[in-house]
């Protein structure tokens, strides 16, 4: 993606099944847990870069002996400080004691962080949190081993607000309003809640405390805690937590927005935000891994019985489309062909772009994650030239030479890799003009693949703000003097804001907006624009569910090729000399690519949840007011 847009989040949990010495027989060391979980974070730190989280709980310890290990890091390479601290501190733990060297017993009660539940976590630092208190996991913590709480998430509420009031009226006091804190907070509500309640029953039976507090551990209910805390939530999430006794789940939204997948054999349960992080990790296949569906939770108590349980009913399944163009890696084996099938559906509007004319131009793509559409649009591309190979053939069937045969079958698609990231520079001078320069060298071309009469197809998986498009790329694709410079989008117009755990929260940001408003004005129907807000503000104090998206109206003039036309210009600046074309993927090809994951808010403004409608309104009113809030 050209523009810098960032995900939130990526989880990791591993429970082991089998006691320690089974790991160490087999594989050789009792370290068998930390290690998959160090894989299975840097598998995922595509996900996010600026933080990492570890946790792991020790199953039966004594009472005196430490069972809770966290460590978290926002270093620059979060994830490789984490686990160096952790190796440090094992092998200065057996260099001091040789007799832990081959004795798991000692290794489990005297080691950190070795134990058989843990929990990973990845993040980007949005909305600009980025200090070492805002990285997951979160800890809860109590004498009662039955009441710590540990909890990490790709997740994001729309109605923080609200969330933090339900605890004021449980006669909680919040030490702030971060939805983290609210949703670890409601979770911990009814742990204790549900711990209490079931001491009191046992109590009547005659155990003691001491007695009770084992009793109360095999019978806690966690599908009953998730049900009543997860009640008012609103948002898009894939919720992991740990009890201190050693219970672990993870709980997915009801629209199945955020992506979760699990395994499970007789030794490990694993959940994972990406399935091709667990199928390279464990060594599993494809079929092997289980998507987790909406609305429910995988639960392993501490017996190791797992069981999926359904939290909240399920919504419209709307899962996440950017997960399949942009966030999720590649590898995986359903993302890889809808990808590809993104650009292959674009091929007709390219075609007409270039009035089919393959053998002068040139196809790329804007490096790293749009390769893959790159491939399908390609492909479709040579389908094109065979066909024109074909027919050329047979309209000059009759007198067809050797020579001329040859000449129509040598005819090749030029592909080239034109687009060449270079290391991200680092803008020491602040002053606009010099930052702009700076910008725009941020890639580089490769000269000499493209004539001056050429057409040049470039393809990017998706167009946020078109920054770096209009300061870098145009600018240096211009360099090599096509004829015809045609961008094209692997995603439709992204027109509306994220709430759900993108980065993408302000509409004046988007470029597909700014092209609205420059149309309204053209158009001489810029009073829409004060209507709108009007009208978004006669809804301020109605509830989410009926809340309404008034921001559509800023588009409904216009087609979306008249948008796309003026996001071509607005891309362009008068220096550059070639035409510039902008094409996009239409919502209808989107969902054709990804049948499963209908999640198109971004695009078309149908956010999956009733909070989805306040949050783009009070964008708009931000936009309008000329505030800088975050709108949820």
């Given amino acids: 993606m050209s523009d810098a847009l960032k995900h939130e989040c990526g989880i990791a949990l591993i429970r082991l099944l089998k006691p320690l010495d089974y790991y160490k027989e087999k594989y050789g060391t009792a370290f068998y847990g930390v290690n998959k979980m160090y894989l299975?974070?840097?598998?995922?730190?595509?996900?996010?870069?600026?933080?990492?989280?570890?946790?792991?709980?020790?199953?039966?310890?004594?009472?005196?002996?430490?069972y809770i290990s966290r460590i978290r890091s926002n270093k620059s390479q979060p994830i490789q400080d984490i686990f160096?601290?952790?190796?440090?501190?094992?092998?200065?733990?057996?260099?001091?004691?040789?007799?832990?060297?081959?004795?798991?017993?000692?290794?489990?009660?005297?080691?950190?962080?070795?134990?058989?539940?843990?929990?990973?976590?990845?993040?980007?630092?949005?909305?600009?949190?980025?200090?070492?208190?805002?990285?997951?996991?979160?800890?809860?913590?109590?004498?009662?081993?039955?009441?710590?709480?540990?909890?990490?998430?790709?997740?994001?509420?729309?109605?923080?607000?609200?969330?933090?009031?339900?605890?004021?009226?449980?006669?909680?006091?919040?030490?702030?309003?971060?939805?983290?804190?609210?949703?670890?907070?409601?979770?911990?509500h009814?742990?204790?809640?549900?711990?209490?309640?079931?001491?009191?029953?046992?109590?009547?039976?005659?155990?003691?405390?001491?007695?009770?507090?084992p009793v109360i551990a095999e019978k806690l209910n966690v599908a009953k805690i998730l049900k009543k805390s997860s009640k008012n939530w609103d948002g898009g999430y894939a919720m992991a937590g740990l009890m201190g006794h050693?219970?672990?789940?993870?709980?997915?939204?009801?629209?199945?927005?955020?992506?979760?997948?699990?395994?499970?054999?007789?030794e490990v349960v694993v959940v994972a935000s990406e399935r091709p992080v667990i199928q390279t990790v464990f060594n599993v296949n494809f079929e092997d891994v289980t998507e987790?569906?909406?609305?429910?939770?995988?639960?392993?108590?501490?017996?190791?019985?797992?069981?999926?349980?359904?939290?909240?009913?399920?919504?419209?399944?709307?899962?996440?489309?950017?997960?399949?163009?942009?966030?999720?890696?590649?590898?995986?084996?359903?993302?890889?062909?809808?990808?590809?099938?993104?650009?292959?559906?674009?091929?007709?509007?390219?075609?007409?772009?270039?009035?089919?004319?393959?053998?002068?131009?040139?196809?790329?793509?804007?490096?790293?994650?749009?390769?893959?559409?790159?491939?399908?649009?390609?492909?479709?591309?040579?389908?094109?030239?065979?066909?024109?190979?074909?027919?050329?053939?047979?309209?000059?069937?009759?007198?067809?030479?050797?020579?001329?045969?040859?000449?129509?079958?040598?005819?090749?698609?030029?592909?080239?890799?034109?687009?060449?990231?270079?290391?991200?520079?680092?803008?020491?001078?602040?002053?606009?003009?010099s930052r702009d320069d700076l910008v725009a060298h941020v890639y580089d071309v490769t000269y000499g693949v493209v004539k001056p009469d050429d057409n040049l197809v470039i393809i990017d998986d998706s167009i946020v703000r078109g920054t770096t498009l209009k300061k870098s790329i145009i600018k240096m694709m211009d360099r090599l003097k096509p004829r015809k410079i045609i961008v094209v989008s692997s995603a439709p117009q992204i027109r509306y804001p994220d709430c759900y755990g993108i980065d993408m929260a302000r509409l004046e940001d988007l470029v597909a907006f700014r092209a609205a408003l420059d149309l309204l004005k053209e158009n001489d129907k810029f009073d829409i624009v004060e209507k709108v807000y009007n009208k978004c503000k006669e809804q301020v104090d109605l509830d989410d569910s009926e809340v309404q998206n008034f921001v559509k109206e800023i588009y409904d003039p216009f087609t979306d090729e008249e948008i796309s036309n003026k996001i071509s210009e607005l891309l362009c600046d008068e220096e550059v000399n070639a035409e510039v074309q902008v094409i996009y993927q239409s919502v209808e090809n989107l969902h054709k690519a990804c049948p499963k994951n209908l999640g198109d808010w971004y695009f078309t403004g149908d956010y999956p949840t009733p909070g989805g409608n306040r949050v783009v309104n009070r964008a708009f009113m931000n936009f309008f007011e000329g505030k800088k809030d975050r709108a949820y």
């Fill in 40 to 66: 299975m974070m840097e598998k995922q730190h595509n996900r996010g870069q600026d933080g990492a989280g570890f946790a792991s709980i020790k199953l039966n310890t004594i009472p005196g002996e430490r």
């Fill in 84 to 188: 160096e601290q952790i190796n440090q501190r094992i092998n200065d733990e057996i260099k001091a004691n040789p007799e832990y060297a081959d004795d798991t017993e000692l290794q489990k009660r005297h080691i950190p962080y070795l134990g058989e539940v843990f929990l990973g976590h990845v993040r980007y630092g949005t909305f600009g949190k980025n200090n070492i208190e805002s990285v997951h996991p979160f800890l809860r913590q109590n004498n009662w081993m039955h009441r710590n709480l540990i909890v990490a998430g790709n997740f994001n509420m729309t109605n923080v607000n609200r969330l933090f009031n339900n605890l004021v009226e449980l006669g909680q006091h919040p030490k702030e309003r971060a939805d983290t804190v609210t949703v670890m907070e409601k979770i911990g």
């Fill in 190 to 213: 009814f742990l204790d809640s549900e711990v209490r309640k079931l001491y009191k029953k046992l109590k009547k039976e005659g155990y003691s405390k001491v007695e009770a507090s």
């Fill in 246 to 266: 050693g219970d672990s789940f993870v709980l997915r939204d009801p629209a199945g927005i955020r992506p979760a997948y699990y395994y499970k054999d007789d």
């Fill in 292 to 433: 987790l569906p909406p609305g429910h939770a995988i639960i392993t108590k501490k017996n190791g019985k797992t069981s999926i349980k359904k939290i909240i009913e399920p919504l419209e399944r709307k899962a996440c489309s950017f997960e399949r163009i942009y966030f999720s890696r590649g590898s995986d084996a359903e993302i890889y062909q809808e990808r590809k099938m993104l650009g292959r559906l674009l091929m007709p509007e390219v075609l007409k772009s270039i009035d089919h004319d393959t053998l002068k131009t040139v196809f790329s793509f804007i490096p790293n994650t749009a390769e893959t559409s790159f491939y399908g649009m390609v492909e479709a591309a040579q389908d094109e030239l065979n066909k024109q190979k074909n027919e050329a053939i047979l309209e000059e069937k009759e007198t067809l030479t050797d020579a001329r045969l040859q000449e129509i079958l040598s005819h090749r698609l030029r592909t080239e890799k034109i687009a060449i990231k270079d290391v991200k520079l680092r803008t020491f001078i602040t002053e606009d003009s």
